[in-house]
């Protein structure tokens, strides 16, 4: 597929690292001619020079031939003009960045007036997950399936838990509920479990199941699933704003450490229900004074990635149920995986992987599009929705006579708001929505799945 990538920052250096991964005919453009260099060079795609508004720059991309434009300067408004020239030019799909708060209770006017394909918001995305993991603080990681009737939580095996020694083909037996464990991780390990999977303390296991079944099956297991009530966040950017009017609508207190006394302003004029402290939220003594160790839920999120490791790190054994860190670069994965901080949120990374989902939801031929894309365990598994169409070629047969590859698992099929957990008779219907696990990664079509 032919793409142009405007804006070659973090957001825009991450979304060409995926496509270019994945095959795609990539060029960026920017007007900065050291960010074209090094990002055409690192990835081997194509780069241009020049303004991305400009239709002479962008038939110099090759506009006519394009399939998709994505715009993700840090200008709002350069986003939008893009992609209303490129959609008059060349008539291609258009995704936008948009980050300010006002444009984004807009978004569906804006999205239906200008004709765009996407709009994407990444501190708003990130406040959304960040959210959902202070919700449920005992979950690594949660991601939705099936318009959120369907949940994939992973969590790490403790010490005492009855999990340890129970073969996984007992487990339902043994907890009474309707969920499957998906995918686990041992180590440097990653297993797509059977039925005879043991699971060990340390483990982390990915489990599906439905929102009211999972409360259920951390009960049997003897996991604390209380939602964080109180949350300090630390620094008060566009993420910080976006979270906290989502925990504020949902009952929740928040206290928001800012050092810039304008900001301060500023948020306490739109979150006024919200405790705003103007100092810096990386002094011992003030997070001391403002009774950290009191809080169910810490979230550090100012603008420097160090700040925030460090912030996280000091209060491990201070907050009392949930740390989740923002980090915007995606070098220190690794690293940053071992130290045992708990959740980790990079707001450009999730915002690539929906623009990568859209991507791949266009290649579908099999009449069973991708509505939804997780990547897992640092992007070494992929968890699939795939939407079942009136033109599939997947309906009517029973999933012993598929013959699927190596590492693919059919992990739950969502049917009129119900969960299926699949056995080998069971067959998709129009309709349905299907979650694949799967190790094999960059599938763009269904029929990759198959042998």
Do not use: W
């Not at 200008?75 to 980050?99: F, M, P, S, W």
């Not at 912030?311 to 491990?316: G, K, P, V």
């Amino acid at each position: 597929m032919q793409i142009i990538v405007v804006g070659c920052g973090k957001v825009g250096k991450e979304i060409v690292r995926q496509l270019a991964a994945e095959g795609h005919n990539v060029t960026v453009i920017d007007k900065n001619p050291d960010l074209v260099k090094s990002v055409s060079n690192e990835f081997d795609v194509m780069g241009v020079i020049g303004n991305g508004t400009s239709h002479l720059t962008l038939s110099d991309a090759d506009l006519e031939h394009t399939d998709v434009l994505i715009a993700v300067t840090p200008n709002d408004e350069v986003n939008l003009l893009c992609c209303v020239v490129a959609k008059k030019g060349a008539n291609c799909h258009t995704i936008a960045r948009i980050r300010n708060h006002i444009y984004s209770t807009e978004r569906n006017f804006i999205q239906k007036e200008l004709g765009l394909s996407m709009i994407i918001n990444p501190e708003m995305t990130a406040a959304r997950e960040i959210a959902r993991r202070l919700s449920f603080p005992n979950a690594i990681e949660i991601d939705t399936f099936a318009k959120g009737r369907i949940e994939l939580l992973r969590f790490e095996v403790q010490e005492n838990s009855p999990l340890i020694g129970l073969e996984l083909k007992n487990l339902a037996q043994k907890v009474s509920v309707n969920l499957l464990v998906c995918v686990a991780e041992r180590g440097e390990e990653i297993i797509i479990p059977d039925g005879n999977f043991v699971p060990q303390a340390g483990d982390i296991l990915g489990i599906i199941a439905n929102p009211k079944d999972v409360l259920g099956f951390f009960k049997k297991i003897k996991v604390k699933v209380n939602t964080v009530k109180n949350t300090m966040i630390v620094g008060g950017g566009q993420l910080t704003y976006y979270l906290a009017e989502i925990l504020l609508r949902s009952g929740g207190s928040v206290k928001i450490i800012e050092k810039d006394p304008d900001r301060c302003e500023e948020l306490s004029e739109f979150l006024d229900r919200a405790t705003i402290i103007c100092g810096d939220g990386t002094d011992v003594t003030l997070l001391n004074e403002e009774h950290l160790d009191q809080m169910d839920g810490l979230v550090t999120c100012t603008g420097m990635d160090e700040q925030n490791l460090v912030l996280s790190l000091f209060a491990r054994d201070k907050v009392r149920t949930k740390i989740v860190t923002k980090m915007s670069h995606v070098q220190y994965d690794d690293v940053v995986n071992s130290m045992h901080i708990g959740s980790v949120i990079n707001p450009k990374k999730l915002a690539a992987l929906h623009i990568l989902r859209y991507v791949r939801a266009m290649n579908n031929t099999m009449g069973s599009k991708i509505e939804t894309m997780y990547r897992l365990v640092d992007g070494k598994v992929e968890a699939l929705e795939f939407a079942i169409t009136s033109d599939s070629k997947m309906t009517g047969i029973k999933l012993m006579d598929m013959k699927f590859k190596k590492n693919v698992l059919i992990a739950a099929i969502a049917r009129q708001g119900k969960l299926i957990v699949p056995g080998g008779q069971d067959e998709f219907k129009v309709g349905d929505s299907i979650i694949v696990i799967t190790k094999n990664l960059g599938c763009q079509d269904f029929k990759e799945l198959l042998r």
